[in-house]
């Protein structure tokens, strides 16, 4: 067996990458980043010999005891020197942003990305008062259940609470 084929495939073995390594019969590795560039995009990074060093950085880098999904990832922002979309950083574990955000310059939203990077905070008022709090990727998640409110800006810290993975916080 080739010491690349060997490599790589231990390589996936051990970080449960099984998942997340593509290869075809002339065995030439992909690593897959569907909608991570761009919304509605299937796309995939190749993983050459000469990658492979790279690659197991990243993995390395974005170890967080859950395998190698965000180091795939990771991989393939660094190799196309770009950060995901915006929508797709409410996926990413926020302690792993750093290492996106280096890959690349702030993403312009539009065609391909249409939601911002998730930087900004929200409260979200109603007639009532102050129902929670939610980031500004996912505003458009609470306008659709809740049509009547507004926003107002706030930092994190001011409103003190952590938000849930979607990036919403509600009392």
Known sequence: ??????????????????EDLYWNEDFR????????F???VADMEEVT???????????????????????G????????????QGAYYMHIPEEHWPLFDACGP????????????PNRYFAIVSESG??????ESEMWNVIREEP???????????????????GSIYE
């Open 73 to 84: 990832l990771l991989y393939c922002a660094r190799k196309a020197g770009m950060r995901p």
């Open 1 to 18: 067996m080739d010491d690349f084929v060997k490599e790589i495939m231990l390589l996936a073995a051990k970080h449960d990458m099984q």
């Open 29 to 36: 590795f992909f690593i897959p980043c569907n909608d991570f």
């Open 106 to 117: 702030e993403r312009a939203t539009g065609i391909g990305n249409p939601v911002p990077y």
């Open 49 to 71: 010999e000469e990658d492979l060093p790279a690659l197991r950085q990243a993995v390395e880098d974005a170890d967080d005891g859950y395998g190698g999904f965000w180091g």
């Open 130 to 135: 102050v129902l929670g709090a939610t980031r």
């Open 148 to 166: 009547q409110v507004t926003f107002v800006e706030i930092t994190k810290e001011e409103f003190g609470m952590e938000p849930d993975e979607e």
């Open 38 to 40: 761009a919304w509605g």
